[in-house]
């Protein structure tokens, strides 16, 4: 048995989970090369929340995350995750975005591309797996776990062959919503192991108070890589915390070769940054403990906030315990879907719209339409026929790939925004977040003209006309 590696997740889903994605990359830069030195197989430290949050939030140019991160660290792999042919956005994007997406993002420094679809259709990942492998990227195929009469160990077993046969370099577990129980992990790794070759990584949340025996009982039955965040950053609805783990198998066949003293390190950094974060409200206390309702409903942390703030809108925070009831009915209804970017706002929604309403399905949202149409992909289970009358008619829904039926978007795209191109990466950006885009390159653009103003009025000083 080789050492057991780590992925660090601090600079990407730990403060995505808990802060709401919202460190900067000021914040990163000061423990990077430390970070570097520890030996970590990867950091996770771009893509899920981080673009959006970097132009909407931080007025930070994602891009430049990337590099100045890669300037850094120069030994170990800088890890991103990508939501498929949704790339980083809620819908599907043309196959000439989504390859150009990828190119970009391993040209800026990106090794590892952890690639996942919310419905775990395959076919919804082929263009970005094809693309990450021509580019001298690692592809990492991640499988949405979740558990439903149709979501079985021989499941799993299935769809990691059919990963591994369109050239994954490596299988994930990604479990996020923390229901992976651990002797349903040593089970399903055991007879993961026994079909695929490739390494195999796992992947959850603490958001149930499980994730560290997952992890110990997945390792035991052959997991190769565990996903955990750096102490401060840990637990809650993030990952487990990365110094325990480091020593639980410190001394044994496990050893993961990590230096306790070095994490402490980083750790130190982390530390007054969450106290930070804390005083300034960005961290919930709410998301930092144990909630068994996960267990019960499938509900990751990060839809439960949500639900919550859909609620408050409405004035209908009172209804809260009866929308997590209807979840799971409306997740039957539309063939068990993962709960995970995008189809956890999907399912969620629609299950607000049919507590507040009194009616199931009275009120139906364009996404919830696409969704039946088939237009995000196929579902677990079919969807029924009444459900299907209820909420699209008689309209037809599409059996093949839903990227199939979009033109390609690069040209009209830059052609959309070329006042603003400073840079290739521009138009991706553009892409994936057009509102939000054109006001940060705005600002940009205000930024530059006002420093070039300030540089100029200072020559005029020193060498007045």
Not at 305 to 313: D, G, K, P, T, Y
Request: charged share 25%; net charge negative; aromatic share 8%.
């Amino acid at each position: 048995m080789a050492k057991i590696k780590i992925t660090e997740t601090a600079l990407r889903d730990a403060h995505q989970s808990l802060l709401a994605t919202r460190m900067k990359t000021e914040d990163m830069l000061p423990i990077a090369e430390k970070m570097d030195q520890v030996g970590y197989h990867s950091l996770e430290m771009w893509g899920g929340a981080t673009f959006d949050a970097s132009l909407r939030f931080l007025n930070e140019d994602p891009w430049e995350r990337i590099r100045s991160i890669r300037k850094a660290v120069k030994n170990t792999k800088l890890q991103m995750l990508l939501r498929g042919q949704n790339i980083l956005g809620y819908k599907h994007y043309a196959d000439d975005v989504v390859s150009e997406f990828v190119k970009k993002a391993i040209c800026n420094g990106i090794d590892i591309v952890r690639i996942f679809d919310a419905l775990n259709d395959t076919r919804n990942l082929e263009t970005a797996i094809k693309t990450t492998l021509e580019e001298g990227g690692h592809a990492q195929c991640a499988l949405s776990y979740t558990t439903s009469p149709a979501h079985n160990v021989e499941y799993y077993v299935k769809k990691a062959k059919e990963l591994e046969d369109l050239g994954a370099n490596s299988i994930c577990i990604k479990d996020m919503s923390g229901i992976l129980t651990p002797y349903v992990a040593f089970e399903l790794v055991t007879e993961l192991k026994k079909v695929i070759t490739v390494p195999l990584q796992m992947h959850t949340h603490y958001t149930s108070g499980i994730a560290s025996m997952t992890y110990l009982k997945a390792i035991e039955a052959g997991a190769d890589i565990i996903d955990t965040a750096i102490s401060p950053l840990a637990l809650g609805t993030s990952q487990p915390p990365t110094e325990p783990m480091v020593a639980t198998f410190k001394g044994t066949q496990y050893d993961t070769g990590l230096d306790l003293e070095a994490l402490n390190e980083i750790a130190e950094h982390f530390r007054p940054l969450r106290e930070r974060y804390l005083k300034e409200g960005l961290i919930n206390p709410k998301v930092l403990g144990v909630d068994v309702k996960t267990l019960i409903y499938q509900v990751p942390g990060g839809m439960l906030s949500n639900l919550i703030s859909q609620l408050e809108a409405q004035n209908k925070l009172d209804r809260f315990d009866d929308v997590l009831k209807e979840v799971p009915k409306v997740r039957e209804d539309l063939g068990y879907p993962p709960l995970v970017t995008p189809t956890s706002q999907i399912v969620g929604t629609q299950a607000v719209f049919n507590v507040i309403t009194g009616e199931r399905y009275k009120m139906v949202p364009n996404e919830v339409k696409d969704y039946v149409k088939g237009l995000y992909g196929r579902p677990t289970v079919p969807i029924k026929d009444d459900i299907k009358r209820k909420i699209i008619g008689d309209e037809e829904v599409v059996s093949c790939r839903p990227a199939d039926f979009i033109e390609p978007q690069l040209g009209s795209l830059k052609e959309e925004m070329k006042e603003y191109l400073e840079q290739d990466e521009d138009v991706l950006t553009y892409a994936l977040f057009p509102q939000v885009a054109m006001n940060f390159f705005k600002n940009r653009w205000a930024d530059k003209y006002k420093i070039e103003t300030e540089l100029y009025n200072e020559k005029e000083k020193i060498h007045p006309v």
